[in-house]
């Protein structure tokens, strides 16, 4: 069965610092994996998504990487803001259409 | 806009006291879903479906019914709710593999209370 770990479980930073956050799956065979932001009370918004694929992804401030034969995705934030405060999700999407999620990493960055 | 509709945001209900919580998507996804969370206990899964009636069970689907008799409605029942059930639902659609586009997009949440 699939599993996703995330590490670390909390992360505070000081305002513009730059950080990575992991995401690891037990099972390489996976369709694509994507990372999410969810804010406290709210729902998940969609940041990346990597098709199996693909190594990386970039929006913005935001690349995320993908190794799937380690089984490994990170998250990289460049110059981190007090906005980027949020909890960051990541998710892998198998062959048979379900997704599976990480238990998520809360970020702070402090101003 | 393309989004997911999820009714009612809020509710405040008691024990026993059957409850629907609407799930509504305007982007024709295949893909449809529904999570539950709590603090410490992340996101989990309740049920999935992956077409028109096509419905699976997800990690915790005790205490809980859906049905898919339309692709963009994903209703989930709650029989006879029980405190246990207090918690955030989160409704969630998406293309099936086929599309090349498959992003996973979620509703706002209801946050439902059981007396």
């Known amino acids: 069965k699939q599993e996703v770990t995330q590490i670390p479980a909390a992360l505070s930073v000081p305002e513009g610092e730059n950080l990575v956050l992991n995401c690891s799956f037990t099972?390489?065979?996976?369709?694509?994996l994507q990372w999410f932001r969810q804010d406290p009370g709210k729902g998940l918004t969609s940041l990346l998504l990597i098709q199996s694929s693909q190594r990386e992804q970039t929006s913005g401030r935001l690349n995320a990487s993908l190794d799937k034969s380690s089984g490994r995705s990170t998250l990289y934030i460049a110059a981190s803001q007090p906005g980027d405060s949020a909890t960051y999700l990541c998710a892998v999407r198998l062959y048979g259409q379900n997704f599976v999620f990480g238990p998520g990493t809360r970020l702070s960055v402090l101003p | 806009e393309a989004q997911v509709t999820q009714n009612p945001r809020y509710l405040i209900t008691v024990t026993g006291k059957k409850l629907t919580v609407t799930c509504s998507q305007n982007?024709?996804?295949?893909?449809m879903s529904w999570y539950r969370q709590d603090p410490g206990l992340g996101l989990r899964q309740i049920y999935y479906?992956?077409?028109?009636?096509?419905?699976d069970k997800g990690d915790v689907p005790e205490g809980y019914k859906v049905s898919r008799k339309e692709k963009r409605n994903f209703p989930l029942i709650l029989e006879s709710p029980s405190p246990n059930q207090t918690s955030l639902y989160f409704c969630a659609s998406s293309f099936g593999l086929a599309a090349g586009a498959n992003v996973l997009t979620f509703g706002a949440g209801s946050r439902l209370t059981v007396l």
């Open positions: 099972d390489s065979a996976i369709y694509n």
């Open positions: 982007m024709n996804h295949e893909y």
């Open positions: 479906s992956m077409n028109v009636e096509v419905t």
